[in-house]
């Protein structure tokens, strides 16, 4: 099922839970909205969306007025209304929640969305190039972010990308059933539409440097480069064939499902045993991934299921879906003679403080393949010659207040996971946006004052 949508996904798999809505059902949602005088599902967001005024629109059947207004505070609602983590944030926070009937304000942001890409209700006007030229490395959510600010705002940007195409960890992070990449096409083509230029297979640093963009005449720069090299978990016998980075598996995936490579290229067959190490969202993507491409998979963490990092649904769905999970179980070696043939871990035992205590007493979990899903940091290469960058003893860049997100070098900005750690899109969003204000306050004053 690796190549389906999420609504064809769900139909196959049985469960319709999270399929869009249709028109009629939207607004039924929509009007079940109090339209409370202090929401406090906004407060929730992380960027103070407009949630009631945009579902009073979609109540009103006025998706254009909707999606105006929901464009107010985010340029990515058709990736947030999927990939956020709504029942910790606006959805948890609805007051309907304390009856456990929230909105579905996540459905009805990308049903909006949607509407408007399908509809073809927004034509975009064209915007005046003439307030400065702003180079992006990186097009995942801060990138995107700030290249559609600063484009609505008469700047000419270009965004330099790695990949053969454009979208980040939206399109090579987040699997296709948590994400349609027609969605993050969709978006792309929404920027290409500002005036947004993209340059793909261009690698800051091995490629090109911060100072020859400067060179080419660009004003500022912003860096968000997010975090992909995987956290490393030494282990005896992790060399084995058959470990890998759940980074990997992901892109190997979305390769596929583009046409790039082969069936004997994704690491992960049919028929196989997988373990998981790791409980966070990029930890339930890999074993979710894994339990369509025909695998029978199993999560080790090492402590309890109360500490898990991965969104409360994520988990309830992978549970679901097959995933079978192991808690308290640290991973401590890779079992099998030149092969996989399971991952031996050490038994812990809970803590009143919370922390978890080695029992002695070890397990071995039958596998094929093992993948690690610890976490991911940033890459070094924009510290060297030619680029210069100061990060932190962890290799996160490091910016300052006044303007906001300038890093060490003067006129190049940094924001989302690369400075702030991973999180959500929507909080490389809120990210991003502070840092277009910075960016626009340095750029008019060299404008005005000259090389500042």
Same mark, same amino acid.
């Given at each position: ?27 039924? /949602? ?17 960027? /103070? ?22 464009? !107010? ?118 920027? &290409? ?102 695998? =029978? ?11 898990? =990092? ?10 679901? !879906? ?46 094929? &393949? ?83």
């Amino acid at each position: 099922m690796v190549g389906l949508d999420r609504n064809e996904q769900a139909v196959k798999a049985g469960y319709t839970e999270d399929r869009d809505y249709t028109l009629e059902e939207a607004l039924a /949602e929509a009007k079940r909205c109090l339209n409370c005088a202090k929401p406090l599902c906004r407060t929730g967001c992380p960027i /103070e969306n407009e949630i009631p005024r945009f579902i009073q629109a979609i109540a009103r059947g006025n998706f254009g007025e909707a999606n105006d207004i929901i464009g !107010e505070r985010s340029n990515l609602p058709a990736v947030c209304g999927r990939v956020c983590p709504r029942e910790k944030q606006c959805e948890g926070h609805c007051i309907l929640n304390r009856a456990n009937k929230p909105i579905n304000i996540g459905k009805l942001e990308r049903f909006a969305a949607d509407f408007e890409s399908l509809h073809g209700l927004r034509r975009m006007k064209p915007i005046i190039k003439d307030q400065g030229k702003i180079g992006i490395i990186g097009s995942g959510p801060a990138g995107l972010t700030v290249a559609s600010d600063m484009a609505k705002l008469g700047y000419e940007v270009t965004i330099f990308e790695k990949q053969d195409e454009p979208g980040g960890i939206l399109l090579y992070g987040i699997p296709a059933f948590r994400l349609s990449k027609e969605v993050v096409h969709r978006e792309i083509n929404r920027l &290409k539409a500002l005036g947004v230029t993209f340059e793909c297979n261009t690698i800051i640093g091995p490629d090109k440097t911060i100072d020859s963009l400067f060179e080419e005449g660009y004003d500022a720069i912003f860096i968000a480069t997010g975090t992909h090299v995987p956290m490393e978990l030494p282990m005896r016998g992790d060399e084995k064939p058959g470990v890998l980075q759940a980074m990997a598996l992901l892109t190997a995936v979305q390769l596929h499902q583009n046409g790039r490579v082969g069936d004997d290229d994704i690491p992960v067959q049919k028929g196989d045993k997988v373990v998981v190490i790791g409980a966070g969202n990029v930890a339930m993507d890999a074993a979710r991934t894994c339990v369509r491409l025909g695998a =029978s998979v199993t999560v080790a963490y090492r402590r309890g299921e109360e500490n898990m =990092s991965a969104n409360p649904l994520e988990y309830k769905e992978a549970k679901e !879906e097959g995933v079978e999970f192991k808690f308290y179980a640290s991973p401590a070696s890779v079992e099998g003679e030149g092969v996989v043939e399971g991952l031996r871990c050490e038994m812990q035992e809970p803590q009143e403080d919370g922390s978890v205590k080695p029992t002695g007493h070890y397990e071995t979990i039958p596998a094929d &393949k093992i993948i690690i899903a610890i976490g991911h940091k940033p890459n070094a290469r924009l510290v060297g010659p030619g680029n210069g960058i100061e990060v932190n003893k962890d290799g996160y860049v490091v910016t300052r207040e006044m303007p906001y997100g300038m890093t060490s070098r003067k006129g190049v900005f940094a924001g989302g996971d690369v400075v702030h750690k991973p999180a959500t899109v929507v909080l490389a969003m809120r990210a991003a946006k502070k840092v277009v204000e910075g960016m626009v306050n340095y750029c008019e004053a060299k404008r005005f004052l000259g090389d500042i």
